[in-house]
């Protein structure tokens, strides 16, 4: 299992990115799937997860997204997203996706997301 973002980059405020994590692996449709960021100074912190099929994908988010960002998954493609739209500049930071197989987590390297004001 090998997770890559991507989609990231330089945006107005007020604009939108849709992110990309993809397994090389192939199996990340059998696993819920969350989405961090790290802005700079700060800690890492959730923003969104979906669960896999068992639990009928559910979702979560962060109370500073709920309304702007949505997560969804293409499980033929093992590929979650994250459509961010009305981006702020406080949404700024590094974003990483994140899964748990058999009690281990796996990280991807991140995309930047930068959002000028």
């Known amino acids: 299992l090998q997770l890559a973002e991507s989609g990231g980059g330089l945006v107005q405020s007020g604009g939108s990115l849709n992110l990309s994590c993809v397994d090389s692996?192939?199996?990340?449709?059998?696993?819920?799937v969350g989405w961090f960021r790290q802005a700079p100074g700060k800690e890492r912190e959730a923003v969104s997860c979906i669960n896999n099929s068992d639990y009928d994908g559910q979702t979560y988010y962060t109370e500073s997204v709920k309304g702007r960002f949505t997560i969804s998954r293409d499980n033929a493609k093992n590929t979650a997203f994250l459509q961010m739209n009305s981006l702020e500049h406080e949404d700024t930071a590094v974003y990483y996706c994140k899964t748990r197989k058999w009690g281990i987590d796996y990280w991807g390297n991140g995309t930047l997301v930068t959002v000028s004001s």
């Open positions: 692996g192939h199996t990340l449709r059998y696993y819920a």
